[in-house]
């Protein structure tokens, strides 16, 4: 596959889980944290390890919002 179509894939898939996480869906969370790891692969197979530290902080980032939104406050749905 193309470095171009996996690129558009990738941005999908990151606009898709952020327009859930928007909507106060949970479920957008953990999609985002699990995308983590196609999106590493792609860094190590296009060899952007810089971008890896960028996964590395968003899965950090998702997880804790995963877990915020449990509770009421945190806009569980």
């Known amino acids: 596959m193309s470095v171009w179509v996996t690129s558009l894939m ?4 990151s606009v898709g889980g952020t327009w ?9 969370w953990l999609f985002m944290l699990l995308f983590q790891a196609p999106v590493s692969v792609y ?6 390890y810089g971008f890896l ?13 995963w877990r915020l939104a449990r509770t ?3 806009g569980s749905r």
Not at 20 to 28: K, M, Q, S, T, V
Not at 53 to 65: D, E, P
């Open 43 to 48: 860094d190590v197979a296009t060899r952007q």
């Open 20 to 28: 859930l996480i928007a909507r106060g869906i949970r479920a957008g």
């Open 72 to 74: 009421p406050q945190g």
């Open 53 to 65: 530290l960028i996964s590395a902080l968003g899965g950090w980032a998702y997880f804790h919002g």
């Open 10 to 13: 990738i941005s999908l898939g």
